[in-house]
């Protein structure tokens, strides 16, 4: 119980990583659409000569421009102005001296990285840190650009941070107080992910590593020579510290991204068993690409894969059991309103492709769990999912816990 709800808290990627790159990797037009080219110019003129009011070309132009990119995914965008201030501001920070990337996630100020060579380096911030206050005060729920104003200064002064760290070295350290605690005697491990939208995708392979002997943990694939990295166990962590301990993965729709990055790892290399309710299937890297000193494409450069191969992108991860969360007295309200990835108008399709009822099945009654809110609340079970999980590992013996359920 005391592992899951820590391991809840481990930080993994995020909903949308953004990576900086430059124009010079942008694909150069092909000659062939010289056609398409022209028909958009025929439009161009023809608006500018017959509509009923008239139009100037910037309004045309961006509309031209946000057309394309609707027409690709729901992540891509184009980004000037204000608009791109901001961005800039969550990314580059701009703390004149700090060194510091950053993102607002829940009320909180979280690092995406630090400037090599920087103070915040320097000062061992890590991606994935959250600066909960500033010079002893604490700024969580404030808005980002105020707590980005108050680390700005000049050069010389200097401001104290207070650092949060979720993510692996949290999850290894209640590791070491369960084992002192249980006085060495641990049957099981429950790793909680459920809800949890991502972090670093640093701290995904780090998580990942360290419950993994050997293999890959997971890759990215793009268009570009530069997209297609691939990262392994055993390069942050030696060894498993479970030892091989039969372990389980809750997940459900709000698990994304870098959680389904190791929720996928440990699933392809069976060393758990993954429960609860298919995740969200965010699987794919945004790009920011600058155009100019004053405009970017956000695009969507590269997808995730799973060790298997499996994209993460709109199919999500699918439980090897499917365990609906029955505690919830609200379940069937919320289950017409939630949202994965799937459901997003104009999602980058599964590269592989998937029939539209392998990411429906989830909702379908399963005979097996019938019971009531009430009636779980009567046995005094709060967690359904939690409950289920546990019950698994008391009755599953160490030598086929990681068997893949099927």
Same mark, same amino acid.
């Given at each position: 119980m005391k592992f899951a709800a820590l391991a809840r808290s481990a930080a993994l990627v995020t909903a =949308?990583? +953004?990576?900086?790159? !430059? !124009?010079?990797?942008?694909a150069q037009v092909d000659g062939r659409a010289g056609a398409e080219f022209s028909k958009v110019l025929g439009v161009y003129q023809r608006i500018k000569a017959s509509y009923v009011d008239p139009v100037d070309d910037e309004t045309l132009m961006r509309g031209m421009i946000d057309g394309m990119l609707a027409a690709l995914d729901p992540h891509s965008g184009y980004l000037d102005g204000s608009d791109l201030q901001r961005l800039e501001t969550m990314i580059d920070g701009n703390y004149s001296g700090l060194g510091l990337s950053v993102v607002a996630e829940d009320g909180a100020v979280k690092v995406i990285s630090p400037f090599r060579g920087s103070p915040a380096d320097i000062a061992g911030i890590k991606a994935g840190d959250f600066i909960t206050h500033l010079d002893g005060r604490l700024i969580v729920g404030q808005e980002l650009d105020e707590s980005v104003a108050q680390m700005r200064g000049r050069e010389g002064t200097s401001i104290q941070l207070t650092i949060f760290r979720p993510g692996r070295d949290d999850v290894f350290t209640a590791w070491e107080e369960m084992k002192a605690e249980a006085t060495g005697r641990i049957d099981g491990l429950v790793l909680d992910l459920r809800s949890n939208p991502g972090g670093s995708l640093d701290e995904a392979v780090a998580l990942s590593d +360290?419950? +993994? !002997?050997?293999? $890959?943990? =997971?890759?990215? $694939?793009? $268009?570009?020579r530069g997209e297609n990295i691939a990262y392994d166990a055993e390069t942050v962590f030696r060894?498993?510290?479970?030892?091989g301990l039969p372990m389980v993965v809750l997940i459900d729709a709000g698990s994304a991204s870098a959680s389904e990055i190791v929720a996928g790892a440990l699933q392809d290399h069976r060393r758990a068993v993954v429960m609860g309710e298919r995740s969200f299937g965010k699987g794919s890297v945004q790009s920011l690409l600058p155009l100019g000193r004053d405009a970017a494409l956000k695009l969507t450069t590269a997808r995730y894969f799973t060790p298997s191969g499996h994209s993460v992108q709109e199919g999500g991860i699918d439980p090897d059991i499917t365990v609906p969360q029955l505690s919830d007295p609200d379940l069937a309200k919320r289950a017409r309103f939630q949202m994965r990835e799937s459901d997003l108008r104009g999602h980058l399709i599964n590269e592989i492709g998937i029939e539209d009822d392998a990411v429906e099945k989830d909702a379908r009654d399963d005979p097996r769990f019938q019971q009531t809110a009430e009636e779980l609340e009567e046995q005094g079970i709060e967690d359904f999912q939690l409950h289920y999980a546990l019950q698994t590992l008391r009755r599953t013996s160490p030598m086929n816990i990681a068997a893949r359920a099927k």
């Amino acid at each position: 119980m005391k592992f899951a709800a820590l391991a809840r808290s481990a930080a993994l990627v995020t909903a =949308v990583a +953004l990576i900086p790159a !430059t !124009t010079a990797s942008m694909a150069q037009v092909d000659g062939r659409a010289g056609a398409e080219f022209s028909k958009v110019l025929g439009v161009y003129q023809r608006i500018k000569a017959s509509y009923v009011d008239p139009v100037d070309d910037e309004t045309l132009m961006r509309g031209m421009i946000d057309g394309m990119l609707a027409a690709l995914d729901p992540h891509s965008g184009y980004l000037d102005g204000s608009d791109l201030q901001r961005l800039e501001t969550m990314i580059d920070g701009n703390y004149s001296g700090l060194g510091l990337s950053v993102v607002a996630e829940d009320g909180a100020v979280k690092v995406i990285s630090p400037f090599r060579g920087s103070p915040a380096d320097i000062a061992g911030i890590k991606a994935g840190d959250f600066i909960t206050h500033l010079d002893g005060r604490l700024i969580v729920g404030q808005e980002l650009d105020e707590s980005v104003a108050q680390m700005r200064g000049r050069e010389g002064t200097s401001i104290q941070l207070t650092i949060f760290r979720p993510g692996r070295d949290d999850v290894f350290t209640a590791w070491e107080e369960m084992k002192a605690e249980a006085t060495g005697r641990i049957d099981g491990l429950v790793l909680d992910l459920r809800s949890n939208p991502g972090g670093s995708l640093d701290e995904a392979v780090a998580l990942s590593d +360290l419950f +993994l !002997t050997e293999g $890959r943990i =997971v890759s990215q $694939r793009g $268009r570009a020579r530069g997209e297609n990295i691939a990262y392994d166990a055993e390069t942050v962590f030696r060894g498993d510290i479970a030892g091989g301990l039969p372990m389980v993965v809750l997940i459900d729709a709000g698990s994304a991204s870098a959680s389904e990055i190791v929720a996928g790892a440990l699933q392809d290399h069976r060393r758990a068993v993954v429960m609860g309710e298919r995740s969200f299937g965010k699987g794919s890297v945004q790009s920011l690409l600058p155009l100019g000193r004053d405009a970017a494409l956000k695009l969507t450069t590269a997808r995730y894969f799973t060790p298997s191969g499996h994209s993460v992108q709109e199919g999500g991860i699918d439980p090897d059991i499917t365990v609906p969360q029955l505690s919830d007295p609200d379940l069937a309200k919320r289950a017409r309103f939630q949202m994965r990835e799937s459901d997003l108008r104009g999602h980058l399709i599964n590269e592989i492709g998937i029939e539209d009822d392998a990411v429906e099945k989830d909702a379908r009654d399963d005979p097996r769990f019938q019971q009531t809110a009430e009636e779980l609340e009567e046995q005094g079970i709060e967690d359904f999912q939690l409950h289920y999980a546990l019950q698994t590992l008391r009755r599953t013996s160490p030598m086929n816990i990681a068997a893949r359920a099927k």
